[in-house]
């Protein structure tokens, strides 16, 4: 058995090295272009975007010189190449090269000073360039005079209010994505506002974790409901559902097969990216048990499998290649994805936990690469009991709105990883909810009792919203909770009675809207209803739960929520703000902070401040 472990070492070691040298694992030849780039005196240039266009195939490569000033353009095709280099102060510089299979050109670079490029303002949100060609809106970044990109987020539409006697049904898919907390608190960090299509506040309020009921019985997860006043507005009221899954016990937790997907093209050169990226992996192969079984598949200029399915007790192995992986090349993202997809197929545990692991910044440039290709693909392995988690890194160009519809139809979840304290969250503290299932295709619809309520609005889940008929159709895709998470919802509401004026549509002509006999006596303001899948069963299942006002006092756990609630609603300027302040969301968060085990209550409250003094100077 040692000596197949030595001669399958032998040929990784000889796969990854051909790779790194540009010939393709696949038997097909490429060339490697390298280079040194210096300035006028002969100093290095660290920085220098290097991009290597194909003449015939019109396919582009980047890599960025490193402190040494030196840059690599593996795996790339032969043929004719401009080799262009820029840096913002210095001349571009373009060289023409020709390139053979199996063979290295090395191409030096001196640049002069120039001409400074345009200065790039940095853009809040509030007025976003849109490509009318799809609904994401990009954001150009400029930090410190450094190279910029751009981050795409897909545009939100708050959910507006609803006449509870026209529209009694709310339909919705949960979340337990926690990506959009993470990204923002990088904006804030930088000091920057974030884009108001960045703040998607269900995950704001699903990054932190709450005290719910545990479940009992044989359902995956317990169901808590209490209505309490709205902190930004007096007269209404708020409505908390909060859910807790069951979280299965480690000896019951099914064997692992997992694809590592990791994007090594040369946007991921930067420490936030590759080497961040490296460093939370290694977190989550310490996490690994003999029964699990993980592969690595890369891609850049092309994908290939550097690591086949191997045991999970063969860490030093797996960290081995996770250590040596360097970014350069195009991003051939959508091939990187079908091979992950193949590699999990061939090595799929029965009743196993199937997952492939996309870490990213979704910059997908070459290949299958248009975000419809990609989403048939996963939706069709999901099909098959293969799911997908994706993982996003870096600054400037992070693709957030198509990694975050990547996982939603992987049956996955979306995490940012902003620092290494939060790839421990995601990867070690909150493995079990990140990689396990316990229930599938999960939907909560709320009925509003228009005796009670006058008019109500979901915060948040805008892109999770359902037809109400989609709550009973059981091939209507939802939202999957892991074991041991959490997830949470609000809902603001204006009682019966109030002399609010609410967007009102004409009397029906043929329908009546009467209440049905006993409703004004009744005590419910609502009854919520979920429906969900056991993890390996297609036919769903129903809870149903009445909400009265008995309980309308707030606990730490609504308290927290609405706090987090409030900020977001601040940080989008939102129409529906109230009387919202960073004031008023400080005295909340304090007052709920609790035992705060892991200190997340207690950097979203610096981060609050952080906030103020940031609008403060603007």
């Given at each position: 058995m040692k000596g197949s472990e030595n001669g399958l070492m032998r040929?990784?070691?000889?796969?990854?090295?051909?790779?790194?040298?540009?010939?393709?694992?696949?038997?097909?030849e490429t060339g490697v272009i390298r280079g040194k780039i210096t300035d006028p005196e002969g100093a290095p240039l660290p920085g220098v975007e290097v991009q290597a266009v194909h003449q015939s195939l019109q396919t582009k490569n980047t890599a960025i010189s490193n402190n040494a000033g030196v840059y690599r353009l593996p795996a790339l095709q032969p043929g004719e190449y401009e080799v262009i280099a820029s840096l913002e102060g210095f001349k571009t510089v373009r060289r023409a090269v020709s390139l053979r299979a199996g063979k290295e050109e090395r191409v030096d670079f001196s640049m002069n000073l120039g001409v400074l490029m345009e200065e790039v303002t940095v853009v809040t949100g509030r007025v976003p360039t849109v490509d009318t060609k799809s609904t994401a809106v990009a954001y150009s970044i400029s930090r410190g005079g450094q190279r910029f990109n751009t981050e795409e987020y897909a545009s939100i539409q708050e959910n507006r209010w609803n006449n509870a006697r026209g529209t009694p049904l709310s339909t919705f898919s949960i979340?337990?994505?926690?990506?959009?907390?993470?990204n923002l608190r990088r904006f804030i960090t930088d000091g920057q506002w974030p884009p108001a299509d960045a703040v998607r506040i269900e995950e704001m309020i699903n990054y932190f974790d709450y005290d719910y009921p545990k479940p009992e019985g044989d359902d995956p997860f317990a169901v808590a409901a209490r209505l309490a006043p709205c902190p930004w507005a007096k007269t209404h009221r708020l409505l908390h559902i909060g859910l807790q899954g069951r979280r299965l016990a480690d000896d019951k937790l099914p064997p692992a097969n997992l694809v590592f997907l990791i994007d090594v093209s040369g946007s991921m050169y930067e420490p936030n990216k590759l080497p961040l990226l490296q460093a939370s992996f290694r977190l989550l192969v310490e996490q690994l048990r003999p029964v699990d079984r993980v592969a690595i598949v890369v891609y850049a200029g092309a994908a290939g499998l550097v690591l086949p399915s191997t045991p999970g007790e063969n860490k030093e192995m797996i960290l081995g290649l996770i250590d040596e992986m360097e970014a350069g090349g195009s991003t051939a993202g959508g091939a990187g994805i079908q091979l992950a997809y193949r590699t999990a197929e061939?090595?799929?545990?029965?009743?196993?936990?199937?997952?492939?692991?996309?870490?990213?910044?979704?910059?997908?440039?070459?290949?299958?690469?248009?975000?419809?290709?990609l989403v048939r693909l996963i939706e069709e392995k999901k099909q098959r009991g293969i799911h997908l988690t994706v993982l996003g890194f870096g600054k400037g160009n992070i693709k957030d709105s198509r990694l975050e519809q990547l996982a939603d139809k992987g049956d996955g979840n979306y995490h940012y990883i902003d620092s290494l304290l939060e790839g421990k969250k995601v990867l070690v503290d909150e493995m079990h909810g990140t990689l396990f299932t316990v229930a599938r295709d999960v939907k909560i619809q709320v009925e509003f009792n228009p005796a009670r309520v006058k008019s109500y609005r979901l915060i948040g889940y805008e892109n999770r919203m359902l037809a109400a008929e989609d709550f009973n159709d059981d091939q209507k895709d939802a939202g999957e909770?892991?074991?041991?998470?959490?997830?949470?919802?609000?809902?603001?509401?204006?009682?019966?009675?109030?002399?609010?004026e609410i967007p009102e549509v004409d009397e029906l002509r043929y329908q009546s809207t009467k209440d049905k006999p006993g409703t004004a006596d009744s005590p419910e303001w609502a009854t919520v209803k979920l429906r969900y899948k056991p993890p390996r069963e297609e036919e769903s299942r129903l809870l149903v739960r009445p909400v009265t006002d008995r309980q309308a006092v707030a606990d730490e756990n609504l308290l927290w929520a609405a706090a987090v609630a409030e900020f977001g609603l601040l940080l989008r300027d939102s129409k529906f703000k109230g009387s919202s302040s960073f004031d008023g969301v400080l005295t909340l968060a304090r007052q709920a902070k609790g035992q705060d085990r892991f200190g997340y209550r207690s950097e979203f409250i610096r981060l609050v401040e952080a906030t103020r003094l940031l609008k403060k100077g603007n």
């Open positions: 040929w990784l070691t000889v796969a990854w090295v051909f790779s790194t040298l540009g010939i393709a694992v696949f038997g097909q979340d337990v994505d926690t990506a959009s907390y993470a061939e090595n799929l545990i029965k009743g196993g936990n199937n997952r492939v692991i996309l870490a990213t910044d979704g910059d997908f440039n070459i290949g299958v690469s248009d975000t419809g290709s909770i892991g074991s041991g998470h959490r997830v949470t919802a609000l809902y603001e509401i204006i009682p019966a009675g109030s002399k609010e």
